[in-house]
């Protein structure tokens, strides 16, 4: 079944520690691939986008994500998390050929420890 | 920089009311989206708009449901008989263009049906 999975529902890591988040899919045809971020009583807000070419992406706030074809994934990354990172992260596609509608992944919710 | 707005921020309804959620989208996009978010749940789309008339919807956007642009500046979503599960926050988003194009989200509307 088509699908977008994020595996961590809740990560908690340390100011300034490195971080990574996951995201895998399950389409046909690699998806035109999204990641947002929302913060409490906010919107959703694109961080980066990746449609074709070099697989890594520099997005917004510092943070890149690295399109992997093989192993059908698009996870997130940040050398160094700030305490205002703290959010929830969606995953998100665009299957090619269906319309422009987004699907989301469950999200995952990161806390920052001081 | 420009922005989608909503309005409500909240509202509360008695089941089987009608409410009417409304959006203004960025000035100069073409395509309009609703999606929603059950609290606890991934956001879900519910329709796609353009050129003054539905291109796509889900199975939850059904005959309740209806999405009008009234005049050249706003994009309603009207629940015509509210049910206790309409409950949600309701995002709206717009685009210049479909297929991969960025989409932008407002702050949404946190519903509440009691």
């Known amino acids: 079944a088509q699908s977008v999975t994020q595996p961590d529902i809740h990560i908690t890591v340390s100011e300034g520690a490195s971080l990574e988040l996951r995201c895998n899919y399950s389409?046909?045809?690699?998806?035109?691939l999204f990641w947002y971020v929302q913060s409490p009583g906010q919107g959703l807000q694109l961080l980066l986008k990746y449609f074709s070419g070099d697989t890594l992406v520099q997005g917004i706030k510092g943070f890149e994500a690295e399109f992997k074809r093989s192993q059908s994934s698009f996870n997130l990354r940040k050398p160094s998390v700030h305490w205002s990172d703290a959010a929830e992260y969606f995953c998100a596609v665009v299957p090619r050929g269906q319309g422009g509608k987004l699907i989301f992944g469950q999200g995952t919710e990161l806390s920052v420890k001081p | 920089e420009p922005e989608v707005t909503q309005t409500p921020s909240h509202q509360v309804t008695q089941m089987g009311q009608e409410v009417i959620l409304r959006c203004v989208p960025i000035?100069?996009?073409?395509?309009f989206y609703w999606y929603r978010q059950i609290l606890g749940q991934k956001v879900e789309f519910l329709v796609s708009f353009y050129n003054n008339e539905i291109s796509e919807k889900s199975e939850i956007f059904d005959d309740q449901f209806s999405v009008e642009r009234p005049d050249g500046s706003n994009f309603t979503l009207k629940i015509r008989s509210t049910k206790l599960e309409d409950s949600a926050m309701y995002f709206c988003?717009?685009?210049?263009?479909?297929?991969?194009?960025?989409?932008?989200f407002g702050p949404g509307t946190r519903l509440l049906v009691l």
């Open positions: 389409y046909g045809a690699t998806p035109y």
């Open positions: 000035s100069n996009h073409l395509y």
């Open positions: 988003a717009s685009s210049e263009g479909l297929r991969g194009e960025t989409q932008y």
